[in-house]
């Protein structure tokens, strides 16, 4: 019965310290799975650019401080762009401000700009970038 009666108490008070400190250490986990989403579109239009030859990229709807979705775009030969995958739309916890409505990448891999993304929620911001010289997509948390 006293085992018993432990266990419960610890469960109790594990209960307790989760919901006092869970929102704040699960909570942004949201902005950190946005922005790998991101980084894995970027790396898909970057692959389908390089595997067919024909431009793709991905086109930011929304101003730039606050981006409401993103889709994977291709660049057809008449200059219009055709929706390959998308529109993943950002919820109402996060914003997303990117420095240009959209990157292209030709049959290179290379970027027609630089771009920098920046996911931010109630606790915390993360980075997504292409680096400019080695066509890397770079995703980290920011202090």
Known sequence: MELLAVITLMGVLASS???????????????RSKAGELSIGLNHAQRAAIRSGIPHGVAFAGSLGKVQSWSI????????????????????????SVDS??????????????ISAMFSGPNRRWSVSVMPLTRMIHSQEVK
């Open 17 to 31: 310290v989760a919901m006092r400190y869970g929102r704040e250490i699960f909570g942004d986990t949201g902005v």
């Open 73 to 96: 775009v291709r660049l057809d030969h008449d200059g219009s762009e055709t929706v390959v995958d998308g529109p993943y739309v950002m919820a109402e916890d996060y914003t997303l």
């Open 101 to 114: 409505n959209e990157i292209v990448f030709d049959f290179e891999g290379n970027g027609t700009s630089q």
